[in-house]
């Protein structure tokens, strides 16, 4: 079967490794990938938000399956795009509709979502850009810290977690009234703020059934000891200890069950991974956001613990048929660590030439934001590449991970060394 992946990231790199592994895949493109996964599949330049040039490529490409990575071509609706089609009949897609997407595209849908299927959350409220001035009355009454959100797409960036109320008042106006976030600024959604540890759980749903992928804990702070601004993702761990029997149960009866049920009486045929960013607070877990795909960066801890074949699960993704598929997960630990460029999140430099060297076994270098440039691999975004390894134990795969964070070498380069040590100490 010949496949297109769309994404350009880490988690696309991750993904990638693990579908052109598998017995059924004959040719992977990825659209418009990276440096790394040139070196295992084929990339074409496609932006993938272009949906009629990659109808095109699929046509000529006789593609079977389309795994959509990032968020935007799914808010978008590439999944719509091609069922409208009847040319485009027999194509797999991993993905899910727009409507369904809303649940990452629009935090007051997700919300409301929560809310109508008692789905345990923070309390909030959600303001339009012509109520600013609501908004500000709303805060001032508002326990602190207080949070808010963007409803739309901000590229990981639109939460603003507040500790004073001048932060939230200046928030609130960037938001709304210089539309910081563009248009995904338009509506602002206002929280209570939650104090506890996050982590994340994945689904793959095919509309009737679902299987639970190995859990994973983000870290999103620049800085050690998670101080500093958000970024995209640092680093990340699989399994996560303190995701016991008892929490599990919990995660699965009162967050991932209420939302698979709810999808299925709200009539929303969803059919893609669905992210749960979940935090754990005092041992009960409260969903601080959904997302319409994979998580980065841990798609590089989950998907490398994934043994069971990842072409077979994308098409029982497509066709239905999860109640048949086994998902096999290795004992093994996974730990990622992000690798980053001076200066990110703020401005960063570009263009500086990368040593790669080969990765030991057991570990995976997952590019991100890299490119070929006059036959060498440099640095082309922020967070640049993701360095992943599994072992025996949380400690030995974080210590190779840090072996292999140090071994490869760019100006600049910054990453942080405490991954997943809060988990080890607990």
């Known amino acids: 079967m010949n496949i297109l992946l769309l994404g350009s990231g880490g988690r696309e790199h991750a993904i990638a490794q693990s579908l052109v592994r598998s017995k059924h895949c004959s040719r992977c493109w990825v659209a418009p990938g990276n440096a790394g996964t040139a070196q295992i599949a084929e990339n074409v330049n496609i932006p993938v938000t272009d949906f009629e040039a990659i109808a095109d490529f699929i046509s000529t490409h006789h593609i079977g399956l389309l795994v959509v990575g990032p968020e935007d071509p799914l808010v978008l609706g590439i999944r719509d795009f091609f069922e409208a089609k009847k040319e485009f009949s027999a194509l797999k897609i991993v993905g899910p509709r727009k409507f369904g997407a809303q649940l990452e595209g629009s935090k007051d849908f997700s919300k409301k979502f929560m809310a109508r299927h008692g789905i345990p959350t923070a309390s909030y409220a959600t303001f339009h850009d012509d109520q600013l001035e609501e908004a500000q009355l709303y805060i001032k009454s508002h326990a602190l810290p207080i949070v808010l959100k963007a409803d739309g797409l901000a590229a990981g960036k639109g939460v603003l977690i507040c500790e004073t109320l001048a932060e939230a008042q200046a928030g609130l106006d960037s938001i709304l009234g210089d539309k910081k976030f563009g248009q995904a600024g338009s509506k602002v959604v206002i929280e209570q703020f939650l104090s506890g540890i996050e982590v994340s ?80 607070v005092g041992g009960d877990p409260f969903v601080i956001e959904y997302n319409a795909r994979m998580g980065d960066p841990e798609t590089e801890s989950v998907f490398p613990r994934i043994e069971s074949d990842a072409v077979e699960l994308m098409l029982a993704i497509h066709e239905q048929s999860l109640d048949q598929y086994t998902m096999k997960i290795s004992t093994l630990s996974a730990a990622t660590v992000f690798l980053v460029a001076g200066g990110y999140p703020e401005v960063y430099r570009k263009g500086d030439a990368m040593e790669i060297p080969n990765s030991e076994s057991g570990v995976s270098f997952f590019h991100a934001g890299t490119k ?27 210590e190779k991970a840090m072996i292999g964070a140090q071994q490869i070498q760019f100006e600049g380069k910054y990453f942080r060394t405490d991954i997943g040590k809060d988990l080890i100490s607990r």
Do not use: W
Request: proline letters at 4%; glycine letters at 12%; a negative charge.
């Open 372 to 398: 070929m440039e006059q036959g060498r691999v440099v640095t082309n975004g922020g967070r640049v590449l993701a360095v992943s390894a599994l072992a025996e134990s949380a400690e030995s795969a974080l």
């Open 201 to 280: 759980y994945f689904a793959a749903l095919d509309g009737k059934n679902f299987v639970l992928l190995p859990e994973a804990k983000d870290y999103k702070r620049i800085g050690e000891g998670d101080t500093g601004l958000n970024t995209g993702g640092m680093g990340s761990i699989s399994p996560v200890p303190f995701c016991d029997a008892m929490f599990n149960q919990k995660v699965l009866d009162q967050i991932i069950l209420p939302t698979v049920h709810g999808l299925s009486a709200e009539k929303i045929d969803y059919r893609g991974f669905l992210f749960f960013g979940l935090i754990n």
